[in-house]
C-alpha cells in the first residue's frame, strides 16, 4: 500500500486521477491492467464517509470485469434481491425481485456501507498497479493551449506539486473540480430535489430474502423515504422532495428529518424500537449537470459529470459504467496518440442514452398524473424496459420505452437546453 504522504514516484504519468471514489478506482484500475500508467489523488483519508449504499444488479458485470465479486461475496454487506413500494397510505407494494429478468447470480447485488466498499475499491486499484495517494487533494487542473496537461496539488506544506499527464480525469464527484474550474457546471431548474438523511440501530427487517430489499415509503406530495439496510443491525434512512416542502418551517435539517419521519406512519412502524444515532445530514440542491463533460486531454466521470436524484440507485452504476466506457476510450486514445476531445469523447453517445432513460423515468415518478401500474397496463410490451431501467441495464437504445413513456408524462426538455448561461466566460485554458 502507499504511503499517503509519499510524493508522486514520477513527474509524467499517461492519466492523472482526481477522486479515489468508486469512479476514479474503477477507471483507473481498468487502465492500470492495460498497461498505463496512473496516479490517483484523493483529498480524504480513507475510510472516510459517504452517502449512496445501494447497488443496482447491473453492477454486477462491471464488478466481474474489475475482479472485485470475490471482496464483496466474502463481505458482511446485506444481500438485496428486490425492491418494494410502500403507498403513502402504507399499502406494500409486492417485491420487485430482479430474478423477474435475471438470471443467476447477478439477479441479486448489495447494500454497501461505503466508508467499507470505497476502501475496498480503492486497494483494489493500488493492487491492480494504480499508485494512490490519500490526503492528497487537486487545486487545479493545469491547461496549455486549451488542452489539459496536468494537475496542481496542494501540499502540507504550503509548496504546490505539480503532476503531468497525458490524460487528466475529474472523478471528484459533487466537487467537480473541472466543473467548477471552467464554470461549466449548473443546477438543473428542473429537478430540484433536497434531502435530510440519518441512521438508526435496530429498525426492523423483513424475513427471508427480503432482509436486504429497498423499500421505498412514499409520503403525500411525491417526496419519498429510502429504508436501505446495512450491516451491524444499521439502517439507512433518507427524505428526497422539494426543498420547500423539506424546509418549510425551518432551516434546521434535525427539526426537518424529526418531524417527517414522525409523519410517516409506516416507516415510524419499520423505526418503533429503533434508535437513532449520529448527525442528520442533507443537501438542498441535488440536481447538476456540467455544459461539456470532456475536451482535449480531460474527461469527467461519475458524479463529476453529472448528478440527477437517487430515486433509482443509479448513482454508482452511473459512475462505475461511465469509468468504465471512459477507461475504453482513454485507452484507444493513448494508443494513437490521439487525445483530443473528439477521439475521447466517444464514450458520451452510449452513456448518454442510459442517463437519458434514467432521466425519464426521475420526470415520471415524480409526475403525479403519471401511474406505473397504468404505464404498464397500456404499454405491457414496456414492461421489460422498464424493469431494464430499476436494474441499471439502460446502456443501450431505448427508445420505444421512452417513447411510450412520451404518451403518458410530457418529455422534459432536452437535457441542457435549458440551462442557465454561464456567468463567465467558458475559459478553455484557464
Ligand atoms: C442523498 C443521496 C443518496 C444517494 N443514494 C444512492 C444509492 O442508494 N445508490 C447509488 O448508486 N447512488 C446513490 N447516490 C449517488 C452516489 O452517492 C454517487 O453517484 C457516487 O458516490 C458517485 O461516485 P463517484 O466516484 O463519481 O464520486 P464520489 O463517490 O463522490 O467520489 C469522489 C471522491 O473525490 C474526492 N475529491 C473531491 N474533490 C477532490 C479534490 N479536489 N482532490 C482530490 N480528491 C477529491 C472525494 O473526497 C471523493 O472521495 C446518492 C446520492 C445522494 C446525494
Known amino acids: 500500500m502507499n504511503n499517503p504522504s509519499t510524493a508522486p514516484t514520477n513527474s509524467n504519468y499517461d492519466v492523472a486521477v482526481i ?3 468508486p469512479g476514479g478506482a474503477a477507471l483507473s484500475t481498468f487502465l492500470s491492467r492495460n498497461g498505463h500508467r496512473c496516479i490517483v489523488f ?16 447491473h453492477t454486477y458485470g462491471i464488478f466481474e470485469r474489475l475482479g472485485m465479486l470475490p471482496q464483496l461475496r466474502a463481505s458482511d454487506f446485506p444481500v438485496k434481491h428486490s425492491v418494494r413500494f410502500v403507498s403513502p397510505d402504507g399499502k406494500a407494494s409486492l417485491p420487485f425481485y430482479f430474478t423477474e429478468t435475471i438470471q443467476g447470480d ?84 428542473e429537478l430540484r430535489k433536497a434531502t435530510v438523511w440519518s441512521y438508526f440501530r435496530g429498525g426492523k427487517r423483513l424475513p427471508g430474502i427480503d432482509a436486504g430489499e429497498t423499500t421505498m415509503f412514499l409520503i403525500p406530495g411525491g417526496g419519498w423515504f429510502w429504508y436501505i439496510p446495512l450491516p451491524d443491525d444499521v439502517v439507512s434512512v433518507g427524505l428526497v422532495a422539494d426543498p420547500e416542502y423539506v424546509f418549510s418551517q425551518s432551516d434546521d435539517m434535525e427539526t426537518a428529518y424529526r418531524r417527517e419521519v414522525g409523519r410517516c406512519a409506516a416507516l415510524s412502524e419499520r423505526l418503533a424500537t429503533a434508535e437513532r444515532f449520529g448527525p442528520v445530514r442533507g443537501s438542498r440542491h441535488l440536481a447538476y449537470v456540467n455544459r461539456q463533460t470532456c475536451g482535449d486531454g480531460w474527461v469527467m466521470i461519475g458524479d463529476a459529470r453529472a448528478f ?26 493513448l494508443k494513437s496518440g490521439d487525445v483530443s476531445a473528439a477521439r475521447l469523447g466517444r464514450f458520451e ?14 420526470h415520471a415518478f415524480y409526475d403525479p398524473q403519471f401511474s406505473f401500474m397504468e404505464f404498464t397496463k397500456r404499454f405491457p410490451e414496456q414492461r421489460r424496459a422498464l424493469i431494464d431501467c430499476l436494474v441499471g441495464d439502460v446502456i443501450k437504445d431505448m427508445s420505444a420505452f421512452t417513447n411510450a413513456l412520451a404518451q403518458m408524462t410530457p418529455p422534459p426538455p432536452p437535457l441542457g437546453s435549458n440551462l442557465p448561461k454561464p456567468s463567465a466566460p467558458v475559459a478553455a485554458g484557464a
Open 42 to 57: 484523493e483529498q480524504a483519508r480513507y475510510p472516510r464517509y459517504h452517502i449512496g449504499e445501494s447497488l443496482v444488479p
Open 349 to 362: 453517445g452510449p452513456l448518454m442514452k442510459g442517463v437519458e432513460s434514467v432521466r425519464r423515468l426521475i
Open 308 to 333: 440527477l436524484d437517487p430515486i433509482y440507485s443509479s448513482g454508482l452504476f452511473l459512475a462505475l459504467g461511465s469509468a468504465e466506457l471512459a477507461a475504453q476510450c482513454i485507452d484507444e486514445a
Open 106 to 189: 447477478g439477479a441479486r447485488t448489495w447494500q454497501v456501507e461505503r466508508s467499507r466498499f470505497d476502501c475496498l475499491m480503492l486497494d483494489h486499484a493500488r493492487a491492480s498497479g494504480v499508485e494512490v495517494h490519500e490526503e492528497a487533494s487537486v487545486e487545479k487542473v493545469l491547461f496549455e493551449s486549451g488542452r489539459a496537461v496536468g494537475v496542481q496539488i496542494a501540499s502540507k506544506n504550503g509548496v504546490p506539486a505539480e503532476v503531468r499527464a497525458k490524460v487528466v480525469v475529474d472523478a471528484s464527484g459533487h466537487a467537480c473540480v473541472i466543473g467548477r474550474q471552467l464554470n461549466l457546471r449548473c443546477s438543473l431548474p
Open 19 to 21: 477522486g479515489g471514489g
